[in-house]
């Protein structure tokens, strides 16, 4: 039977994976800061805060919501897009797990 190589790992592993992947871009780490801070669901242009196209916004956008950080609703011909609070909770214990295990199997 032939696996993906990322099924060789654990599924703790796979997991911190998604999560880490959608975070190694700034301007996901910005659009994540920024609808934190609005505290509110953005139904307006998210590219008029970031120095990035529309098009390249929309990109990072669709990589967050899947991999269920933020979450989008669309309302006529704009879409409300809003943190995913359980999964910003998971992706809390997951890096805090994470460091943790490495820190202790460190020096």
Request: aromatic share 6%.
């Amino acid at each position: 039977m032939t696996y993906s190589k990322v099924e060789l790992f654990d599924k703790h592993l796979q997991e911190a994976a998604v999560y880490f992947k959608a975070l190694a871009h700034p301007a996901r780490l910005a659009i994540l800061k920024y609808l934190a801070e609005s505290k509110v669901c953005i139904s307006g242009d998210i590219s008029n805060e970031l120095p990035l196209s529309r098009t390249t916004v929309n990109q990072h956008l669709r990589e967050l919501k899947n991999a269920g950080l933020i979450q989008g609703t669309i309302e006529g011909s704009r879409t409300n897009y809003c943190l995913n609070p359980s999964n910003i909770n998971k992706l809390q214990e997951i890096i805090g797990s994470y460091v943790t295990d490495i820190n202790n199997s460190c020096c």
